[in-house]
């Protein structure tokens, strides 16, 4: 089945306390994201990737990191989350195969609290 | 890089038709215009995807006119499980993944 995984789903740290966030796709898509969604705000594109080693900056990239060491995997880091990294996150993993065809499949999200 | 603009919510009946119009007046020759839906704490979900005129699936339609500056989701006779945000995308993959731009969408309320 065509999976994205997200882990953890839920997670509550504190101010400075370096964490990352999880995403693996079985899909062997070359294209994913990260995004935030904040009320009101829509989903924001925070990185992106178009294949491994190749990582560039989205909309809202201040204060995280990605790195793509191998295709299935695409780990959001925050070095020294603060409070308002506060969101529900989520990774994408986009179809390619040749054509133009914008299908993005979506991990279950987690949600972070930074207090 | 093609930017929508999209009611930011939208009323209905249930049994009702609904149409959601996005406006992309800035749309290349390449892109792709795909819609996605999105249920509250849970990551949007392809619906449908078209190029130009009409297609049609199990879930919606989606029209477009010649011009391609502009199309409609049309959702049948909707429920109150269609009660979602709606985002309107538009671009092609190959130029890169930064051209998936969700924005805020379209909040579809269905009422009983």
């Known amino acids: 089945e065509a999976q994205v995984t997200q882990n953890p789903r839920y997670l509550i740290t504190v101010t400075g306390k370096k964490l990352t966030v999880t995403c693996s796709q079985n899909?062997?898509?070359?294209?994913m994201s990260w995004y935030r969604q904040d009320p009101g705000l829509g989903l924001r594109q925070i990185y992106y990737?178009?294949?491994?080693?190749?990582?560039d900056k989205g909309d809202v990239p201040e204060g995280y990191k990605v790195s793509r060491k191998e295709k299935r995997n695409f780990p959001l880091i925050l070095e020294s989350p603060s409070p308002n990294q506060t969101s529900l996150y989520f990774c994408?993993?986009?179809?390619?195969?040749?054509?133009?065809?914008?299908?993005?499949?979506f991990g279950q999200g987690t949600r972070l609290t930074v207090v | 890089l093609a930017k929508t603009t999209q009611p930011i919510s939208m009323d209905s009946y249930e049994g009702q038709e609904v149409n959601i119009t996005c406006s992309h007046n800035?749309?290349?020759?390449?892109?792709?215009i795909t819609w996605y839906q999105q249920f509250p704490s849970q990551g949007p979900r392809f619906i449908i995807q078209?190029?130009?005129t009409k297609v049609t699936n199990e879930v919606a339609s989606l029209f477009i006119p010649a011009d391609r500056k502009s199309s409609t989701l049309s959702l049948p006779r909707v429920s109150l499980s269609d009660t979602a945000v709606y985002y309107c995308?538009?671009?092609?993959?190959?130029?890169?993944?930064?051209?998936?731009?969700f924005g805020t969408g379209t909040r579809l309320t269905v009422i009983p």
């Open positions: 994408a993993s986009l179809s390619s195969g040749g054509q133009h065809i914008l299908e993005a499949f």
């Open positions: 899909m062997n898509h070359e294209y």
């Open positions: 990737s178009m294949n491994v080693e190749v990582t």
């Open positions: 800035n749309i290349a020759t390449n892109d792709y």
């Open positions: 078209g190029y130009k």
């Open positions: 995308l538009v671009g092609a993959l190959k130029t890169g993944a930064n051209n998936l731009f």
